[in-house]
């Protein structure tokens, strides 16, 4: 089991208290991630772009670089009972498919966020911006053992800054 230390049941995971998901959209880089079987090992320049619908649910764009190509899949996510959280998402790329999204971790400005789900399996670690301060990833990976995830399992996520066009100064 991803992240326990022994076979024994997994204590519940715990949720941030609140997202509000005007402040969550818009898009984030993807900082490191459990190795899983839907993103290719060598990805690079990782990135989910979460839109607000009118009916309430997220439309979902993830993009990554695998050799120099992109690839892009898109998804819908919603919030699975806002009576008991809004922390707590489902988000589907193959309808009628759907996994847990559930936000974990958040920053107070939304500067980052971790994503897991209840058996540990998949994790997500999000920035708005392509680096984030050590202190932060300390204190993030510190939590991530305290909620029952294996640290030492995080893949950080390569991002290449984009290649300037070149320009003609002859």
Request: hydrophobic share 30%; proline share 5%.
């Amino acid at each position: 089991m991803g992240g326990s230390t022994s076979k024994e049941e997994l204590v519940p995971l715990e949720v941030v208290d609140h997202v509000d998901l005007e402040k969550y959209v818009g898009m984030w880089y993807e900082y490191g991630r459990y190795p899983n079987r839907f993103q290719a090992e060598d990805g690079e320049n990782v990135t989910a772009t979460y839109t607000l619908n009118e009916d309430e649910t997220i439309k979902v764009v993830n993009e990554e670089f695998i050799e120099g190509k992109k690839k892009t899949i898109n998804g819908k996510a919603w919030v699975h009972n806002k009576e008991e959280s809004t922390s707590k998402l489902k988000v589907s790329f193959f309808w009628p498919f759907a996994g847990n999204y559930w936000v974990i971790q958040l920053g107070e400005n939304y500067e980052y966020a971790v994503v897991g789900e209840p058996k540990r399996k998949y994790l997500w670690i999000l920035s708005r911006t392509t680096e984030i301060p050590e202190e932060i990833v300390s204190s993030i990976l510190t939590k991530l053992k305290e909620q029952g995830y294996d640290p030492e399992k995080v893949k950080m996520t390569k991002q290449v800054p984009p290649r300037e066009e070149a320009t003609n100064t002859a």
